[in-house]
T-cell receptor, first 114, second 113 residues
């Protein structure tokens, strides 16, 4: 595997379900990100991790819970979501948190909440 | 509040012409401006980065300009091809950290043969 991978690619869940999204980067990067992309809206940065430590939480509801066990893996745990949470969830990584680092994105998980 | 606007939701041009996409911003003083390409069902792919003290950057058929007075970046694709059809996103980041990055909503570019 190369680059940034995400599983599953598609997920349909009910509002009472608990599910997790997984992201893995094979680039040796130290920073990882979760973004939400809704139709016709800008990418919204949700969480940022650097060397496994969370550095940013952009007022994300607690029904989204991130976990970063090491610099290569990032999870997003989902619990009691709402239909408006349906979106494409993208994971990205970068060498570090310097603002001139390019970000490498995974293919995303298309989430539908019924 | 900080805001990024990309000139139009969609842009259609004839193959071989130059495509010009606009990114305007307000209430922000970015140090870096990045452009990404996103194809349907895929994550964005980095194309170019330009610093606030740079006026222009080129990479093959791509050219980016950055005018901090106008608070605007222009993204040009010369000799456009149908394979250039995609959504293009601009993103701004301050000096401090990439964790403060903000993205525009994108312009969907279609190149017709």
């Amino acid at each position: 595997e190369t680059g940034v991978t995400q599983t599953p690619r598609h997920l349909v869940m009910g509002m009472t379900n608990k599910k997790s999204l997984k992201c893995e980067q094979h680039l040796g990067h130290n920073a990882m990100y979760w973004y939400k992309q809704s139709a016709k809206k800008p990418l919204e940065l949700m969480f940022v991790y650097n060397f496994k430590e969370q550095t940013e939480n952009n007022s994300v509801p607690s029904r989204f819970s991130p976990e970063c066990p090491n610099s290569s893996h990032l999870f997003l745990h989902l619990h009691t979501l709402q239909p408006e949470d349906s979106a494409l969830y993208l994971c990205a990584s970068s060498q570090g948190l310097a603002a001139n680092n390019e970000q490498f994105f995974g293919p995303g998980t298309r989430l539908t909440v019924l | 509040s900080q805001k990024i606007e990309q000139n139009s939701e969609a842009l259609n041009i004839q193959e071989g012409k130059t495509a010009t996409l606009t990114c305007n911003y307000t209430n922000y003083s970015p140090a870096y401006l990045q452009w990404y390409r996103q194809d349907p069902g895929r994550g964005p792919v980095f194309l170019l980065l330009i610093r606030e003290n740079e006026k222009e950057k080129r990479k093959e058929r791509l050219k980016v300009t950055f005018d901090t007075t106008l608070k605007q970046s222009l993204f040009h694709i010369t000799a456009s091809q149908p394979a250039d059809s995609a959504t293009y996103l601009c993103a701004l980041a301050p000096w401090s950290s990439a964790s403060k990055i903000i993205f525009g909503s994108g312009t969907r570019l279609s190149i017709r043969p």
